[in-house]
């Protein structure tokens, strides 16, 4: 673990070229596992390889002294590079000739960074837009906030990830005491981010309600899920083809009606 310790002393040690992540109440834990995760993926990166810009870069973890309600607290500061602008503020500044070939770039890069990060061993758990940033310097989009990654095969509690984006698969699995997140389910929200940004940020569909574990086998909740999964593919394809993402692997992380029957499922893809 490579983790630095320095005590982050003026705020003004803040620079436009850093972000400076601070762990609330104090949950040191949290914050050095995910500074431990990026310096792993930023270690693997470190030979200039396709995907070393995709991950955040780890300049120092350590303390940050800040005033909050009148009161100075020393917080854990976990302190990265580049800064960076969201995918959203990017494709704003585009012109509307140009919007697709962006977003498709986007794609690519997010797509490439999500590879990277599951060849190294660790699956992100939260992609989303919040947690999609641009590299204006670079001209690339990256993955930020780490703080649900998990290793490859290994078990969570616990609900990880962004409802509105979330593989309909989390929405069964995560009562049980321990669940094990796939790649397939980052990819899946991968999909499900981009046809939210090709329609302008706009998302037309309600998040599902994570199951509760007394009922979550009831009859009806699992037609709700099923009905819900319809209905999010059935718009996430629609604008995914709309910002240029048709066909190959957009196509299959985003139909997410996997858990109809055959035969429902056929009939809903048609519609």
Known sequence: MLLRFYRLVPKSWVV??????????????????????LEELQHDASSGGSCADYV???????????ETGGVDVTLPALVMEPRGI?????LAKVDVNERSECLLSIGENLTLALQFVHEKGYLHNDVSLKNMMYNEEKEKAFLIDFGLASKVNEKVTGFRGTTIYAHHSIFT??????????SEYDFTSLAFSMAVLSNGGKCTWKPATPFDPVIKKNEDRINDLRLWAKKRSLAALGFLKKGGF????????????????????????RN
């Open 246 to 269: 048709s066909g190959g692997p957009w196509t299959e992380w985003a139909d997410d009606t996997a858990c109809y029957p055959s035969n429902i499922r056929g009939t809903a893809m």
């Open 56 to 66: 955040p870069r780890v300049v120092s973890f350590g303390y940050l002294k800040v």
């Open 86 to 90: 969201s995918v959203e503020a990017k």
């Open 173 to 182: 699995q995560y009562p049980n005491k321990t669940w094990c997140p796939k």
């Open 16 to 37: 436009a070229a850093h972000v400076i992540k601070l762990s609330r109440y104090g949950a040191k834990d949290a914050l050095e596992k995910e500074a431990a995760v």
